[in-house]
């Protein structure tokens, strides 16, 4: 039985990603922003520890995380938890800016740095939930587009420095997808939100299952996934 900590397993991906590996018997740790999400995580999930920490404030992830017990070995460590706010360079705030790399980058280096022990012990597996917006940026979409080429980045200095431990890195890089994220991109961009042009996110969850049960011989560094044709 393999053990997971899990950020945004809420909705979306992270939903989808923790269901296939709560299926199959897997240890989970999942990250909740409060107490009450935390208790919502623990009944949709039974037999699954939480941790609560606020990735809005990666200044405290440590003080959080100190205060609560951790797994003592991990398998992976699956980053999917994600903000996005679309906006103009000119017309994009500070705070917009700050909360974006705050949940998007800063809290996945700082969450990495903090488990790095535990993943080391078993030789474990670092999964970033990216987006093609971490490979191509397109106006509107700055301080997105700026956090997951960061992220990017991360996850490239993770791979080559922890590789002498056994660590394997990951990044999947989906179109978009079928979630409450994308329905506010819609939003934003004045779109009528339309589920079925997009991606499942039980889709993307197999890709990162192919990624976590790849044998050892073999490491995925990269995965693009973009949306198929739907037959409409």
């Given at each position: 039985?393999?053990?997971h900590l899990i950020t945004?397993?809420?909705?979306?991906?992270?939903?989808?990603?923790?269901?296939?590996?709560?299926?199959?018997?897997?240890?989970?740790?999942?990250?909740?922003?409060?107490?009450?999400?935390?208790?919502?995580?623990?009944?949709?999930?039974?037999?699954?520890?939480?941790?609560?920490?606020?990735?809005?404030?990666?200044?405290?992830?440590?003080?959080?995380?100190?205060?609560?017990?951790?797994?003592?070995?991990?398998?992976?460590?699956?980053?999917?938890?994600?903000?996005?706010?679309?906006?103009?360079?000119?017309?994009?705030?500070?705070?917009?800016?700050?909360?974006?790399?705050?949940?998007?980058?800063?809290?996945?280096?700082?969450?990495?740095?903090?488990?790095?022990?535990?993943?080391?012990?078993?030789?474990?597996?670092?999964?970033?939930?990216?987006?093609?917006?971490?490979?191509?940026?397109?106006?509107?979409?700055?301080?997105?587009?700026?956090?997951?080429?960061?992220?990017?980045a991360l996850a490239d200095?993770?791979?080559?420095?922890?590789?002498?431990?056994?660590?394997?890195?990951?990044?999947?890089?989906?179109?978009?997808?079928?979630?409450?994220m994308q329905a506010k991109?819609?939003?934003?961009?004045?779109?009528?939100?339309?589920?079925?042009?997009?991606?499942?996110?039980?889709?993307?969850?197999?890709?990162?299952?192919?990624?976590?049960?790849?044998?050892?011989?073999?490491?995925?560094?990269?995965?693009?996934?973009?949306?198929?044709?739907?037959?409409?």
């Amino acid at each position: 039985m393999a053990t997971h900590l899990i950020t945004g397993a809420g909705s979306g991906i992270g939903e989808a990603v923790a269901e296939r590996l709560h299926e199959r018997g897997d240890e989970l740790w999942l990250v909740a922003r409060d107490a009450g999400r935390a208790k919502d995580l623990a009944a949709r999930f039974p037999g699954a520890q939480t941790l609560v920490a606020d990735l809005g404030t990666p200044d405290r992830l440590s003080w959080a995380l100190g205060h609560q017990a951790l797994p003592d070995r991990l398998d992976s460590l699956l980053h999917i938890a994600g903000v996005s706010d679309l906006g103009a360079v000119g017309e994009l705030t500070t705070k917009t800016w700050n909360r974006t790399l705050a949940v998007n980058l800063v809290s996945p280096a700082e969450l990495t740095r903090l488990v790095l022990p535990q993943l080391r012990i078993s030789k474990g597996h670092v999964v970033f939930a990216n987006s093609g917006a971490g490979l191509n940026a397109r106006a509107g979409w700055s301080a997105y587009a700026a956090s997951k080429h960061g992220l990017k980045a991360l996850a490239d200095s993770l791979r080559e420095e922890e590789h002498t431990h056994g660590i394997r890195v990951t990044s999947v890089y989906p179109g978009r997808v079928a979630t409450a994220m994308q329905a506010k991109v819609q939003q934003q961009e004045g779109n009528e939100y339309t589920p079925g042009k997009w991606i499942d996110p039980q889709s993307v969850a197999t890709t990162v299952l192919l990624a976590l049960d790849l044998p050892r011989d073999a490491e995925i560094h990269d995965l693009s996934v973009r949306p198929g044709y739907s037959g409409s």
